[in-house]
Nanobody
Framework: QVQLVESGGGLVQAGGSLRLSCAASGRTSSRYAMGWFRQAPGKEREFVAAINWSGGDTVYAGSVKGRFTISRDNAKNTMYLQMNSLKPEDTAVYYC??????????????WGQGTQVTVSS
């Protein structure tokens, strides 16, 4: 199985940027799709973005489209989420996820522990 560790969260002012990383380890020799989710206090976890194995196919939630960019570097077993024009409503714990498939998906089998992103107004 694959293990996932997120990093890059923090406190940023509205309008600012952050880049999250998700490092994968374990059974990384098999191909896997990845995605980002987030959970704000008192709310359910929601989908943010997804990327297929090759990185050539991506999907975004409407609330982040045009502001966030998902990417991956398979040589480094790492996925990224570049977040620009951040808003207070982007405040949440961000989770990365993986599934052993080559196509883009929005349901996953493996999850990281999460990294906190706080956007101040």
């Amino acid at each position: 199985q694959v293990q996932l560790v997120e990093s890059g969260g923090g406190l940023v002012q509205a309008g600012g940027s952050l880049r999250l990383s998700c490092a994968a380890s374990g059974r990384t020799s098999s191909r896997y799709a990845m995605g980002w989710f987030r959970q704000a206090p008192g709310k359910e976890r929601e989908f943010v973005a997804a990327i297929n194995w090759s990185g050539g196919d991506t999907v975004y939630a409407g609330s982040v489209k045009g502001r966030f960019t998902i990417s991956r570097d398979n040589a480094k077993n790492t996925m990224y989420l570049q977040m620009n024009s951040l808003k207070p409503e982007d405040t949440a714990v961000y989770y990365c996820a993986a599934k052993y498939t080559v196509v883009v998906v929005i349901t996953y089998d493996y999850w990281g522990q999460g990294t906190q992103v706080t956007v101040s107004s």
